[in-house]
């Protein structure tokens, strides 16, 4: 009977060291979010069209601002192909650094500097954003969280304006088109 | 558990003459198989059980014979096969002692019957405990058998018994065991995953406040949410796919909450619980809620150790 007893103190004592056991991570969760982010804007590149003049050479991702973005996009993306063009990712932490690339993605921090970053770059830079919406970003492409789910906005009016042709996959999938 | 072999001994030692002459015909192999017994020869006295059969045919019927051969095969069990959990000779004790008991019209050995039998039980019971205690993922099916076995026993000799705080403990543990086969392996062992949340609410069902499953299945669901995302979307994945599994992804975070909000009532001070709370609402983007627990912690980190 002794020895049940011992066992029986023992499975308590699994209980209570178990539950220390598997801590839930906030780190892992922030990197699950960047990993989506960045999937959603390889997804961009993927299905944008960009002007005859911008589908050679290498193909330019630049990340203003969020290293972690930048970090998870040039492990998972460098040298993929957008057509024939090879993927290169750029990082900018300040706004004078900013060169010209196909695609510029400016993060929530730095998006009081949208305004500057736009006349820093060409026209047909495809500009994503993460910010209240499209119309105070100024960008073509902008991400927002609706219902805790990550969406994404389409300036197709803009993007036309600028030669950057915006393919059904993303328009069928934006939470809204302007 | 040693008074209990006792009562068996004493029974062993002190009825047979009385009772060979009374319920059967007079078998001297018996009496030669009580001193088997008694001089401790355990595997002779195993092997002479079937001479006795054999020469005293009537004895199938005898309560005693089988109460002996319960007690004969458990002493194997224990001293010559060191209560091994492969040994055959707990069963055939098992057997034994039931088939006495079968017979045993006065009620003179079933008190002792059932003694050996709540023995072997809490050695089925051991076997589980001893593995699930390791929450060993290579041998836990042993622990499934062992733990039924033990049930199914004590259910024979105390129909009434309550398992549900041993069900509750094998339940929680088992729901431990399949989550860690599942970390071991995301992809491959991912059905794992449903039978830790069906033993986790197993669990639940017995005691809803159980906070220690309960936190358990709030981490799991929030780890399940996360593991969606990092492990089974490819980085290539279509925007549709994305979708779906950020759909997925949120569900189980949704799941997460209600048990990490109901111990977090139970235990507002518990640094573990606020921090997890902390991470739902940052995967639920829920930034509000998220700071809000964060400065919790914070508070939390910042008072002094109690004195308890």
Not at chain 1, 1 to 7: A, E, G, S
């Given at each position: ?7 029986a ?38 299905n ?21 973005l ?62 209240e919406?499209l ?44 | ?111 002792h ?42 259910k ?15 339940n ?24 830790s ?7 639940l069902d ?89 400065n ?10 109690s004195?308890?």
């Open positions: 009977m002794k020895l049940n007893i011992k066992i103190f023992l499975f308590s004592l699994i209980l209570v060291l178990s539950a220390g056991s598997s801590l839930a991570q906030t780190d892992a969760s922030k990197i699950a979010k960047i990993k989506l982010k960045g999937i959603y804007i390889y997804s961009f590149a993927k944008v069209y960009w002007p005859q003049d911008y589908s050679t050479g290498d193909f330019f991702i630049g990340v203003y601002g969020d290293n972690d930048y970090a998870q996009l040039n492990n998972s993306y460098t040298d993929k192909l957008i057509g024939s063009q090879k993927i290169k990712i750029k990082f900018f932490n300040e706004l004078d650094q900013i060169k010209e690339c196909h695609l510029l993605f400016v993060c929530e921090e730095k998006i009081k500097d949208i305004g500057s970053v736009r006349k820093n770059i060409s026209k047909q830079t495809l500009l994503v954003s993460e910010g919406n119309v105070t970003t100024g960008s073509m492409i902008n991400f927002i969280y609706v219902q805790s789910r990550l969406k994404f906005q389409v300036n197709k009016t803009k993007s036309e304006k600028n030669d950057l042709k915006i393919g059904q996959t993303l328009t069928k999938l934006a939470h809204s088109i302007i | 558990m040693k008074s209990g072999i006792k009562i068996l001994l004493f029974i062993v030692f002190t009825l047979p003459t009385a009772l060979m002459y009374s319920q059967t015909n007079y078998c001297p192999e018996f009496m030669l198989l009580i001193q088997k017994y008694k001089s401790k020869s355990y595997n002779d006295a195993k092997l002479y059980l079937d001479t006795v059969m054999l020469k005293c045919p009537d004895q199938i019927n005898s309560a005693y014979y089988w109460h002996l051969s319960g007690v004969i095969y458990y002493d194997v069990f224990r001293y010559v096969d060191n209560k091994s959990p492969i040994s055959k000779a707990r069963e055939i004790s098992i057997n034994s002692f039931l088939q006495s008991n079968k017979l045993d019209k006065k009620n003179k050995f079933s008190v019957n059932n003694q050996g039998l709540s023995h072997i039980a809490t050695s089925y019971y051991n076997d589980a405990a001893l593995i699930l205690q390791k929450e060993d993922t290579v041998n836990y099916d042993n622990a499934i058998v062992f733990y039924n076995k033990y049930k199914e026993l004590k024979k000799i105390q129909p009434d018994y309550d398992f549900s705080e041993k069900d509750l403990s094998y929680h543990v088992m729901g431990n065991i399949y989550k860690y086969k599942y970390e071991n392996n995301k992809r491959y062992y991912r059905s794992y995953v449903d039978s949340i069906i033993c986790y609410n197993r669990a017995i005691d809803s406040n159980n906070f220690e499953t309960l936190y358990a299945l709030g981490i799991l669901y929030h780890n399940l949410g996360v593991d969606i995302i990092l492990n089974d979307l490819e980085v290539d994945a279509d925007l549709e796919k994305v979708i779906i599994m950020q759909e997925k992804a949120i569900g189980y975070f949704s799941d997460a909450l209600p048990y990490l909000k109901k111990i977090h009532g139970f235990k507002p001070s518990d640094k573990q619980i606020v921090h997890g709370l902390a991470a739902v609402y940052f995967s639920l983007n829920d930034m509000e809620q998220h700071v809000k627990y964060m919790v912690l914070r508070e939390l980190k910042n008072q002094p150790p004195n308890k």
